[in-house]
């Protein structure tokens, strides 16, 4: 079967002159200027200009684009001429691009697909329908959104995934990490992180399936460590019921304090343990 998608996206065409046709006929004035009028632009309502699609107009046979250009260098938006013509000629030249993505879908620009044997980023795919005339809901355009929207389009989760969080403890990744996952032979953990985040809801059957799968190999369960860390509770007072196990912490850490050797620690040690011992005898 014919495919109905493009097969290059920068080959010469009449559809790129149609399509820089289209830019220039669509050019917008600054809000302190007389704004042209655009047959195709009804409030905020703006689709593209079938330019080579011809009309009745004023009696003769035209281009879409030759009207919108005569309107255009002598008309302006809101003129009784251009409503008129806007109206008349709206639904004949003009129609709603294709798109790979739905209106609330975003495109993954780091993801990429096949297509005819060569390795495409998503946002190269969209621009080839971009710049053709291909109008939505055509069949052209739903087999392009069947063969590569699954892959290059998502709506963004109103609470991102976050496969380092348990509870309400979040970890760090571990960056150097890598998993086997059902997509592929083996990812990045960071990679995996960032595709949960950037397509999957907290809570959804893949974030927490995800998490039982990888959590253990890909975050950093000490990465919170300081601030779980239990400080032990410093004692003000001596042991009165034990005087050498308090004299040995005292002087080792004055050994460890002010660098003494060991030879000088154990002669200050023997010292202070045969006072104790007179003292208690």
Known sequence: AKSLIPRTCCDYSPAMDIARAEGEASIVATDDEPQPCNICQQ?????????????EYKGASISCLDVNSILAKNENIGSDMCDATQSLLFKGCCYEKCSLCSGEETLNVDAT???????????????MFTLSVTEKGSEQ???MQTAYASTCCYKPPETPCNLCKRGTTSYEVNTGAFVKTHTSST???????????????????T??????????KCCDILSL????????????????NKPHEWLTDYYVARTQSSGFSPSSFWALFLA???AVAIMLF
Do not use: W
């Open 43 to 55: 409030g905020s309502l703006h689709h593209a200009l079938k330019a080579e699609t011809m009309v």
């Open 113 to 127: 697909v096949k297509h005819n044997g060569l390795v495409l980023p998503c946002d190269e795919m969209n621009s």
């Open 141 to 143: 355009c739903d087999a």
């Open 187 to 205: 990812s990045f953990c960071v990679d995996v992180l960032n595709e949960l985040a950037t397509r999957e809801e907290e809570g959804s059957d």
């Open 207 to 216: 974030c927490m399936y995800s998490k039982t799968a990888y959590f253990s």
């Open 225 to 240: 460590s300081t601030e779980l860390e239990i400080k032990p509770s410093i004692s003000t007072e001596p042991k009165q």
């Open 272 to 274: 202070a343990l045969g």
